[in-house]
């Protein structure tokens, strides 16, 4: 962009939000229903980008990227109404005839940068977030998709107002001209090597940052379990979009007596989804990019390669391939895959496979498939990872009532659905006091004596809970007392004068 100028593009936009364009419970509402309906209207014309991006599959985008889209604004359209009103809490004894609250409001301006992988999805979910929280906001997707990019940043200005929503495309040079400037939050997805970047700029103007980054997320596979199912759910999950899917598995381990027929049960799941030749099928995508290809291709040399292997740069195509025979210190194991290779380690038992994960930093999505509910838990207590599935993959991003977000180097931060909003906005605590009974309020102020100090201390002080029946103890002496005069009447009643 031989005219960009960031300090104006985020002047523009800090200009609206001081303005509060678009603060109004109306504007956002409106916004969304604008951004619904260009989805609505455009949804073959960001297939068709994503299918010259990532050869993505119709389903895969109406799936993945569209249909999510248009859910997540549903929801906020049915809910946001509510979300943005005050929040009453819990007020103490001194607070009694006062108004407590959390109202939640915009933080300001909102720098988006999307990623290449799920290129609408991954730019428009947390869109629709900073909308509904009342921000400005300024999206910078992917330059690799850049047919999507492109549709972006042509079809957003014709359906939002350009003051409050904003597309920036670019690379680098843009990108590290935006982070120069000061903005209110910053969501980032990508990998970690640009995460620390991104932090790195945000913590100049102490900005406040949500890091969406990945990780290698492994796969336990229990010999307690249904083995079919397993490599089903697990090709489902490692191949969609060539593997290019952050919470996709990134490596199985099992034991011994398991590997072959789980290596097994996959080549024939593969042959299952994607034919003979997987090249030809319409439902395998390929590749971003050259230097991507590359990357993986050589993640390839020396390795035990069971089943695929296959590689054609001028098509951008790796064939979905198992690797076996794995150990924890090739190249393959070091970092995030995300692309369509399969390791898989051979460990002892669940210890062994519960060392190993634990040795390496969190992943960001543990799964494990068994049937033994004890193991199930075992795994999910012993195991330290920002989310966690049982029995199957990828589901967890479709659940808009869960947070999604990493932990440790697998990111900082959440969102989808009212995450997203929460996230995006400030929850302001407010007072308001009442100006009649100020005599009540002498006890707070000077000069202090003994006995404004235990009035103080009666209407301030919190006393522990106590334990056991004397936690109950109103309700002990109310029985106590009903007892003694229960005791007193039967007295009564059998004496011999009185009968």
Request: charged share 25%.
């Amino acid at each position: 962009m031989a005219d960009f100028d960031a300090k104006s593009i985020v002047d523009r936009s800090r200009a609206a939000f001081n303005a509060g364009k678009c603060k109004s419970l109306a504007t956002r509402l409106e916004h969304l229903k604008n951004l619904y309906r260009m989805i609505d209207e455009h949804e073959k014309d960001f297939c068709d980008a994503m299918k010259r991006d990532l050869n993505k599959p119709y389903t895969e985008c109406m799936g993945y990227e569209i249909t999510l889209a248009k859910n997540e604004i549903i929801g906020y359209l049915e809910n946001l109404s509510q979300w943005v009103k005050p929040e009453r809490v819990k007020k103490p004894l001194f607070m009694l005839g006062q108004d407590a609250y959390i109202r939640r409001e915009p933080l300001g301006v909102v720098l988006i940068i999307g990623a290449w992988n799920y290129p609408f999805q991954l730019t428009i979910h947390p869109l629709i977030g900073a909308i509904a929280a009342g921000n400005t906001v300024i999206i910078k997707p992917s330059e690799l998709a850049e047919e999507t990019a492109k549709i972006l940043a042509d079809l957003l200005p014709k359906y939002l107002d350009s003051d409050c929503v904003q597309v920036v495309n670019g690379a680098v040079k843009e990108t590290t001209a935006l982070l120069e400037q000061k903005f209110d939050h910053i969501l980032y997805t990508g990998n970690s090597v640009v995460g620390k970047i991104v932090m790195a700029a945000a913590a100049k103007h102490l900005t406040p940052v949500t890091l969406e980054l990945g990780g290698k997320s492994p796969v336990f596979v229990d010999k307690n379990c249904d083995i079919s199912t397993a490599a089903r759910r697990i090709t489902w999950g490692k191949f969609v979009n060539s593997g290019q899917t952050c919470i996709a598995p990134d490596y199985i381990l099992c034991e011994e007596e398991v590997k072959d027929q789980l290596v097994q049960a996959i080549k024939d799941t593969l042959k299952e989804f994607y034919g003979e030749d997987p090249q030809k099928s319409n439902d395998y995508g390929r590749i971003i990019n050259e230097r991507h290809f590359k990357r993986l291709e050589d993640l390839l040399q020396g390795v035990n390669v069971a089943a695929g292997g296959k590689t054609v740069i001028d098509d951008k195509y790796i064939e979905p391939t198992i690797v076996t025979d794995v150990k924890g210190d090739e190249a393959v194991m070091q970092h995030e895959i995300f692309g369509p290779i399969l390791p898989i380690m051979i460990v002892k038992d669940a210890d062994d496979a519960i060392r190993y994960i634990n040795s390496r930093n969190p992943p960001l999505m543990l799964h494990v498939f068994t049937k033994s509910k004890s193991m199930m838990k075992k795994v999910q207590d012993e195991v330290h990872s920002a989310m966690f599935i049982g029995n199957d993959s990828l589901l967890v991003g479709g659940v808009d009532t869960l947070p999604f977000g990493g932990v440790g180097t697998s990111g900082m931060g959440a969102y989808h659905g009212k995450h997203t909003f929460e996230t995006f906005s400030h929850r302001r605590a407010c007072v308001v006091a009442k100006l009649g009974m100020e005599a009540a309020n002498q006890i707070r102020y000077p000069p202090y004596s003994e006995k404004k100090y235990s009035w103080a201390q009666w209407l301030m002080a919190k006393k522990p809970k106590r334990e056991g029946i004397l936690g109950f103890w109103p309700f002990t002496l109310l029985a106590m007392i009903f007892a003694a005069f229960f005791a007193m009447f039967q007295m009564m009643v059998t004496l011999p004068g009185l009968q």
